[in-house]
Every structure is written in structure tokens, then in C-alpha cells.
């Protein structure tokens, strides 16, 4: 059995092998995923289960402890307890925030991979926090030419995050750097969505992941109807995520309008120079099961 920590593993791991390994297992039998909270005031305890035949199982416990912060702890920890396919023995615990990091960004870059083109020079990031450092890394492999621009409600924390990077630099009018933008992705805490359908323009590419409860929303109505919807998956998307639920609700958009999932890869393409696309990043522990299969092989081919 392994215990794979964050430092030690982050820097042999690759975007590139992330996302193939992610591809191949959409091509498996579809997983089995259940996910269950317990609660305690203010704390939570989320586990997330996951099981695909011929990859193994995956069991994802995170508690969520808003305390913490007046303690100068991390508010979120975790592990990722992998077991083998075929004797049910446990091969590895993984670092949570190994697991998140990786499998968050990689879920985006993967569809932009099939929907953003190919010629995209200048990159959008929405939020400076974990997620949108992440995002930078990622989409700076699928786009090693591109220029990146990153937009934050408080300037000095896209200013930090630009500065760590080369052809990067921070924005403060959100309109000019959406319309601006060959690809936009969005990764806030936002209920109220920030990005206007007004600016939106031809050959855009909209990642979505910040939104993860029924209430969030990053995107505008006008937004979602004039793009073609794709998701990584419908069951953890369309009845749960708020950026789908409720224009779902409201008769803004059908669901029969989104597209496809990670599970009908060969549907993710454009059909034109100038179609917008838009892809929901939900995540779901089968996502977490891929990317805790390929961490745990990477760790064996450099031990």
C-alpha cells in the first residue's frame, strides 16, 4: 500500500497524461458513484464513492471545517483511499488536494481540447484562488502561445496570481477582457452570474466550474442560449448545479439542448469557426476514481 502526499507526487505528473487517461476511461463500463454527507453544525463530512470495472474503486472523504480558518488550518482536508480491482485490497491513500487539483483542471482542458480552437490566443481565467492557478497551468500546456488574463473581484489577488506567470497579466474590466477572449474559464464562488451574454462573440470557448451547488450560477441566460452545451457528466450536472438547474426550470433551455457528456466523446467537436461553446465542469467521484488511477501509476513507473 502507498501513501502518495502532494509534494512528492505533483511534480512527475503531467496534463497531457491526466487527459488521456481520462478519455480512456469514459471508453470503459460506465461507473458506479454514490456520494453521502454527514453534518455537525457547521462541519461536514463528504464522502464520495466511485467503482469502474477494469480501473478499481475509489472512496474520496473530505470535512469541510470553517473554523479552521481562526486557527490558521486549512478549512478543507481529505484523502482519496484507492483499492485494486480485482481483490478489493487497498493499493493507495492519496492526497486530497493532489486529486482535486489535478482532476479539476484536467475535467476543463479536456474539453477544450475537442471544443475550443485550436488557434485561441488569449485566455480568460475568472477567480485568482487554488482552482485558477490550476486552470493557468493546464490550459498553458493545451496553449503554450497564448496570452492569459485573469480577472478577480479583489485586483490584488489576480495580481499575485499573474505574476507568477509569464505572458499573464491581471484585468479589471470584465467586460472588455470576456468580449476580448477567445476562451473564457470560470472558476468563482459566484451565485449571481458574472459573465454577460452581451459580450459574448463568435468562436468562443465558456468553461464553467465554479458553480457547484443549486444556487450558483456563473453564466447569464442570454449566455446558455446562444452557445452549444456540453457537460463532463449529466448526473452530477443538469439536476444538481445551478447553472443548469434552474434556466432547466425556467424554460430558458431544454435539456435535450445539452449535447453531450465525457461519455460520448466523439459529440464534443464545433461545427463552425464561429459557434459558441460552452462546457459545465461538475466533476463526480467517477472523475476522481480516473485521476487517483493514473496518480497512483505515475508514482509506480517513478519508485
Known amino acids: 500500500m502507498h501513501i502518495i502526499s502532494y509534494q512528492d507526487c505533483d ?13 480512456l476511461g469514459h471508453k470503459r463500463n460506465k461507473a458506479e458513484i454514490s456520494d453521502t454527507f454527514l453534518y455537525r453544525k457547521d462541519d461536514t463530512l463528504l464522502s464520495r464513492s466511485a467503482w469502474i470495472d477494469g480501473i478499481g474503486i475509489a472512496i474520496k472523504c473530505a470535512t469541510i471545517f470553517p473554523g479552521n480558518k481562526d486557527f490558521q488550518k486549512p478549512t478543507i482536508n481529505g484523502a482519496v483511499n484507492l483499492f485494486d480491482d480485482k481483490t478489493g485490497e487497498l493499493n493507495a491513500v492519496i492526497d486530497f488536494h493532489l486529486v482535486t487539483k489535478w482532476k479539476t483542471a484536467g475535467d476543463s482542458v479536456l474539453a477544450a481540447k475537442f471544443l475550443a480552437r485550436p488557434s485561441s490566443q488569449n485566455i480568460l481565467i475568472l477567480g485568482a484562488g487554488t482552482v485558477a492557478y490550476s486552470l493557468r497551468q493546464a490550459y498553458g500546456t493545451l496553449f503554450p502561445d497564448a496570452k492569459f488574463f485573469i480577472w478577480n473581484r479583489t485586483p490584488r489577488h489576480a495580481e499575485k496570481l499573474a505574476n507568477d506567470f509569464v505572458n499573464t497579466q491581471a484585468v479589471s474590466d470584465l467586460e472588455n477582457a470576456v468580449s476580448s477572449a477567445d476562451i473564457i474559464s470560470a472558476a468563482t464562488m459566484s451565485t449571481e452570474p458574472l459573465i454577460n451574454g452581451k459580450w459574448i ?8 466550474i465554479g458553480a457547484y451547488r443549486s444556487d450558483m450560477r456563473e453564466a447569464d441566460d442570454n449566455t446558455l442560449q446562444k452557445s452549444r452545451i456540453f457537460v463532463d457528466s449529466f448526473e452530477t450536472t443538469i439536476d444538481h448545479i445551478g447553472e443548469l438547474k434552474i434556466p432547466v426550470a425556467q424554460g ?13 466523446l466523439k459529440e464534443f467537436s464545433r461545427n463552425s469557426e464561429d459557434e459558441i461553446t460552452l462546457f459545465k465542469n461538475g466533476g463526480g467521484a467517477h472523475l476522481d476514481l480516473m485521476t487517483s488511477h493514473y496518480i497512483l501509476q505515475t508514482w509506480l513507473e517513478n519508485n
Do not use: M, R, T
Not at 505528473?13 to 488521456?20: C, H, N, Q, R, T
Not at 430558458?252 to 460520448?264: C, L, Q, R, S
Open 252 to 264: 430558458v433551455i431544454n435539456k435535450e439542448d445539452i449535447i453531450a457528456d465525457f461519455y460520448d
Open 201 to 208: 462573440k463568435p468562436g468562443q470557448h465558456i468553461d464553467l
Open 11 to 23: 511534480p512527475i505528473l503531467s496534463w497531457e497524461g491526466l487527459v488521456e487517461a481520462i478519455q
